[in-house]
């Protein structure tokens, strides 16, 4: 490429000219290449270690002028090709133009604004990318596509200095962290290390410290493991590739590629060798830990934060923290963990000001609510910046109503439904039904006597202690949230209050608030409406805490239904999994019908990610960290339980209902109340202390059976003595209860006993264990869905276990790329549907499958190789939808493999003949009746193919195809020269077979026509049809031409005395003649037809012409070298391991357009 012209002062230190006249010098760098001895090894091992940029630029043009000793720089060049074209525009352009200068300063001149004009010429289109990245790192990205021949569509995140341990040797060099690979290149003395992988082939990743590996990276996966060291930065280089394995681990379960964020601010400068990928994903990083901190929706985007103190009037004094401004949000967390957390939705700010700096309290920010709460931050460094941007952030804010708890949290009874208009006798949802104003405990429970007991007296104990700490504290979503509410929620909250501090503390509310009447629109359009998701409702519904009286009728069946109905119309994606009616029925009992809602939808898109797709991968994940926790806290009892086999059959069911389906419900609450305040890290803990406290008794166990009934019976006897709502039985107990049941465990003591064991459980060192096993558990899936798809295909096709699970990886490898090269995710998306059988689920389009034809067929035809893979595509495709699965790529690959001499003369006949249907449209009436007199349907599937004959006929245009094919087949072939004499005496043969059957067809017409007169033919008939020998020459011409054109582009080229010793076999033995002098019946074995120039273009196909099946298998059968090659079996081996073992990866595109004829 054109550079900028740089003054170089010594121009042959390190280069070696190859090229020079008069005005430019062509060099090359000592060490790229062939030859440069020591010299050259050293320049090269000091490019690649010090990043050199002539590494990236081995070729270079120099401008000399004269006898002066300063020389130029004005192009540089990754390949010769490349340097050679700038060299021969120079020649062509310049040279001429400079003789006529006579001074050398006018010279140089010259020729650096013509470089320059050149520049930015060039840089016009480019000028937006210029600014985003620096000059630095576009550099390397070329570089890194120029090794690892990756697209332009690869983009380059971040590169490193590091040492590749190979063996107990390690490799200097660079670490390249591109979106979907990540690969390293060394070159040290003469020896050169390449690695390229892919991200999803990754199973594990992880940082560790070892004597041998000191703080290095392992890199693991399927069939290997990497280790990385010596970096300058090891946490951030690790940090950096868990996002990008995170963003593969999503690749694979969503089936959507990586795309940049657009709505990150701009930076105010452009940072040296930092990517404008890089910092879009660690603005993702932080947005993810703002958003998990506060719980937050996914569509909020952090500004930016600050480290200030914020005035708490609860404790009187000023707290240290950080504070966050997003879109719509002002939040602040304390440095001290748990002293003080604060969010404030903009939609209720009223007023904010700069207050009065003082030396106590300098640089303050007053900020004021809606519902008169005052809130003071001071010791900000950039105060006038901050406020105006919470001031731009106001002014988008849409002025909406702040969102009220329901009346029921107070006691009071709720205002009674008014009369139903018509409009609303017809809707699903309306404000008029009982559950869109109160949950149904408070329904149900209206009328029952309660006493004035110690229970009671307990609950009013907890409202007063509330109502204290919202006097106190505030309440509603700008509450502060301290240690003090922790505690409130450790010892149970109030069931008046439960619905909406489980609102509260999830961030349902947000949600809710900001999107009115969104609930009551989606059920409108979600009911009525049948798919998979509403089936497993209406199956599940009635199996939803059937125990309790609230679902012993229409009225909680009806509002449960509506709930999980409008869900699955929200996420199809997730749709309706099993346990989401237990949870979501809980949430009935204390919320609204919307409010149950909007915590589902918190459930399971924030605080449960992934936990109720189809593959509950979320769950496996969790299940996987709590064997982890197991083993670090109980190590003793965890490899016990893993030779019985208990951990993951209990996990799974606790994680996934919240242990709502295996404890008392009165019980089970409590735990709801803490894991809504504290997160997943309180079900782990409940977890671990539930083993703990059964720790001897399940050491005693010597089966899996003994182990799970003394876990059940004890979680049976969990109870809660405080609760004031009226028992329910539960069914768990019912089916698990013994003789002697265990002494009963005080729920209270558990959560408090399980706070004191393990209460040190973080929640970031959890997110870092659900990393590590992320990336086992989607890994175990995958490997589970090829056994799957590998079992399912062994009774389809003839290839082996290993080949159908190589064959697959190759499939899903061109399916998975599509995602993230030359396709938008939702196209690939659309490719993907998890709810067909695995081996249904990846499909892949014309243009992959002709890549995989190429490299993996056996039938190789030269340039005529995309035009069968796409034919072969067409007769796979059997919907017509345009894409091929796995099943039937694999039934394509069988027959051309595995399948007799029949059946592969069967496919390679078929895929000659009309797309539509096998009796042609185009035939006459006659070939028409006799042809469907005789039709057999074909079968394309080789595994199925029936033992009957297949009598479709091929027309004359079908045949010049299926002969340019077959001349085509064996140019690597060892006995060529007999195929090609074996193909020209089979088409000769088959000519005269049509010429044949031609004349008995017209004979038989015109006896028709004699006995019953039909109306005239559409097309005249030539002249002398009567006569084979005159009648045939015109249309024999055709496809003589064909033949011959065929032959002799695919023929090799005569070399001397190995071909003169040939005999028969040989080409210069072959009779060649003319057809325009040759009747069909002259005809010979040995003859290849030759046509007469130049009358194919004009001429017209003959459509009476036709040969079927048999008469081609008959025919061939005559040729001993066809059969030979037709009855080989083929070796798919070989070239699987090619077409793994290519390093470079080819850009795929998204379609592939091929003219065919027929």
């Known amino acids: 490429m054109w550079i900028t012209p740089e003054e170089v002062l010594i121009a042959n230190a390190l280069w070696v000219s190859e090229r020079a006249n008069p005005f430019f010098i062509l060099q090359r760098r000592k060490g790229h290449g062939k030859g440069g001895g020591i010299t050259g090894l050293l320049v090269g091992t000091m490019d690649v270690v010090l990043d050199s940029s002539a590494r990236a630029a081995p070729y270079r043009i120099l401008l000399q002028t004269g006898d002066s000793q300063v020389y130029w720089s004005i192009a540089c060049g990754g390949s010769r090709m490349e340097i050679t074209t700038h060299w021969e525009w120079l020649e062509a352009n310049l040279l001429q133009t400079l003789s006529i200068f006579e001074n050398d300063e006018d010279i140089s001149t010259f020729v650096k604004g013509k470089i320059s004009g050149i520049i930015a010429e060039e840089n016009k289109s480019k000028q937006a990318q210029e600014e985003e990245d620096s000059g630095k790192f576009r550099e390397a990205e070329l570089k890194m596509r120029k090794l690892f021949g990756m697209p332009e569509e690869e983009k380059l995140v971040n590169y490193y200095s590091c040492s590749f341990w190979k063996g107990r040797v390690p490799r200097q060099g660079w670490l390249y962290l591109t979106v979907n690979h990540i690969c390293f290149y060394s070159f040290l003395l003469g020896k050169e290390v390449t690695l390229i992988s892919q991200w999803t082939d990754v199973t594990r990743l992880e940082k560790n410290a070892t004597l041998l590996f000191p703080e290095s990276v392992r890199v693991c996966t399927r069939d290997t493991e990497h280790f990385f060291s010596m970096f300058l930065n090891i946490n951030d280089t690790f940090k950096l590739m868990e996002q990008l394995a995170t963003i593969a681990m999503r690749q694979i379960l969503d089936n959507e590629g990586f795309a940049a964020d657009l709505s990150l601010p701009k930076p105010r400068k452009t940072l040296k060798n930092v990517s404008a990928l890089k910092r879009d994903l660690d603005a993702r990083a932080k947005n993810e830990r703002y958003r998990t901190l506060f719980r937050l929706t996914q569509e909020e985007r952090l500004d930016g934060h600050t480290d200030c103190t914020l005035w708490a009037p609860f404790a009187k004094m000023h707290v240290t923290g950080q504070l966050f401004i997003s879109n719509n949000y002002i939040c602040f967390a304390s440095r001290e963990e748990d002293l003080c957390n604060l969010i404030i939705p903009l939609r209720e700010v009223s007023v904010v000001e700069k207050a009065d700096s003082s030396s106590v309290l300098p640089c303050p920010v007053s900020i004021s609510t809606k519902n008169k709460m005052n809130f003071l931050f001071a010791n900000l460094k950039d105060r006038d910046f901050l406020v105006q941007r919470i001031s731009d952030f106001l002014q988008r804010t849409p002025d909406r109503i702040s969102w009220t708890p329901q009346q029921s949290c107070s006691g009071l009874p709720s205002s009674s439904p008014g009369p139903a208009g018509s409009s609303q006798a017809q809707r699903h949802y309306h404000p008029g039904l009982p559950t869109a104003s109160q949950g149904l405990l408070h329904i149900y429970q209206r009328d029952d006597p309660e006493g004035q007991g110690p229970k009671a007296a307990k609950e009013k104990m907890k409202e007063e202690s509330w109502k204290i700490h919202f006097f106190e504290f505030g309440r509603g979503v700008c509450m502060y949230r301290t240690s003090k509410t922790r505690e409130l929620v450790l010892n149970g909250l109030p069931e008046c209050l439960r619905g909406e501090l489980w609102l509260l503390f999830s961030g349902a509310q947000n949600e809710m608030a900001t999107q009115p009447g969104y609930y009551g629109d989606l059920v409108e359009q979600a009911m009525g409406r049948c798919s998979l998701a509403t089936e497993e409702i209406e199956r599940d519904l009635h199996r939803s805490m059937p125990e309790h009286r609230a679902f012993q009728n229409e009225m909680g069946i009806a509002a449960l239904r509506r709930v999980l109905t409008a869900y699955a119309h929200r996420n199809p994606g997730i749709g309706y999994c099993q346990a989401m009616n237990i949870v979501a029925s809980v949430l009935l009992l204390y919320c609204t019908e919307e409010e149950a809602f909007w915590l589902l939808v918190a459930l399971c898109e924030r605080m449960l990610p992934d936990y109720y797709n189809t593959r509950v991968v979320g769950a496996l994940v969790d299940q996987g960290v709590f064997e982890e926790l197991t083993r670090a806290c109980l190590p003793l009892l965890y490899e016990h339980m893993q030779e019985l086999g208990v951990i993951s059959s209990i996990s799974l069911s606790w994680f996934l209902t919240l242990f709502l389906s295996v404890m008392p419900f009165d019980s089970a609450v409590l735990l709801v109340d803490c894991f809504f305040f504290e997160g997943i890290k309180v079900i782990f803990q409940v977890a671990l202390a539930v083993l703990h406290d059964n720790m001897d008794a399940l050491l005693a166990c010597n089966d899996e059976g003994e182990a799970m009934t003394i876990l059940g019976r004890y979680l049976d006897n969990v109870v809660n003595k405080q609760t004031v709502s009226s028992p329910i039985p539960h069914l768990h107990a019912l089916l698990t209860s013994g003789d002697e049941p265990p002494p009963e465990i005080d729920v209270f003591d558990l959560i408090k006993s399980s706070y004191e064991k393990f209460g040190s459980l973080r929640s970031d060192v959890i997110e870092q264990m659900r990393f590590k096993q992320r990336l086992k558990v989607i890994q175990s899936l995958e490997d589970t869905a090829k056994r799957s798809v590998v079992r399912a295909m062994m009774t389809e096709s003839a290839f082996s276990i290993d080949e159908l699970e190589e064959l697959y990886c190759l499939f899903k490898a061109k399916h998975v790329m599509s995602c993230y090269w030359g396709l938008g995710g939702s196209a690939a998306a659309d490719r993907h549907d998890p709810s067909l059988p695995y081996l249904e689920q990846y499909r892949i389009d014309l243009g992959q499958f002709c890549q995989l034809f190429g490299a993996l067929a056996p039938w190789r035809c030269g340039v005529h190789t995309p035009i069968l893979a796409a034919r072969l595509f067409r007769l796979l495709d059997r919907n017509k939808d345009g894409l091929v699965n796995f099943k039937e790529f694999v039934t394509g690959l069988s027959g051309m493999y595995h399948g007799d ?84 005496t089979v088409a000769s043969l088959l000519l005269r077979i049509g010429e044949v059957a031609k004349k008995f067809t017209n004979h038989t017409t015109k006896n028709a026509k004699t006995l019953a007169p039909s109306p005239p033919p559409a097309a005249a008939r030539p002249e002398g049809e009567e006569s084979c020998g005159e009648g045939s020459s015109g249309q024999s011409q055709d496809v003589c031409k064909a033949l011959a054109d065929a032959q002799l582009d695919s023929l090799p080229p005569l070399q001397g005395s190995d071909e003169d010793g040939r005999d028969d076999t040989s080409v210069s033995s072959y009779s060649m003649v003319s057809t325009g002098s040759l009747q069909c019946d002259d005809i010979t074995d040995d003859t290849v037809l030759i046509g007469c120039g130049g009358q194919r273009r004009g001429s017209v196909v003959d459509s009476d012409w036709s040969i079927t099946f048999e008469q081609m298998l008959a025919s061939v059968l005559t040729e001993p070298p066809l059969v030979d090659y037709f009855e080989k079996k083929g070796d798919i081996q070989t070239k699987m391991a090619a077409c793994k073992a290519q390093r470079n990866v080819e850009r795929q595109t998204s379609s592939l357009t091929i003219c065919l004829t027929g």
């Open 901 to 984: 001499m029949t059946e592969k003369l069967k496919l390679l006949y078929k895929l000659h003949l009309s797309p539509g249907e096998p009796d042609n449209s185009t035939h006459n009436s006659a070939v028409a009746a006799r042809s469907t007199k005789c039709h057999v349907a074909f079968n394309v599937i080789m595994s199925v193919v029936s033992i009957h004959v297949c009598v479709c006929v091929c027309v004359q245009e079908h045949f010049i195809e299926l002969c340019k094919t077959l001349y085509n087949m064996f140019s690597e072939e060892g006995r060529e020269q007999e195929l090609y004499h074996s193909i020209a």
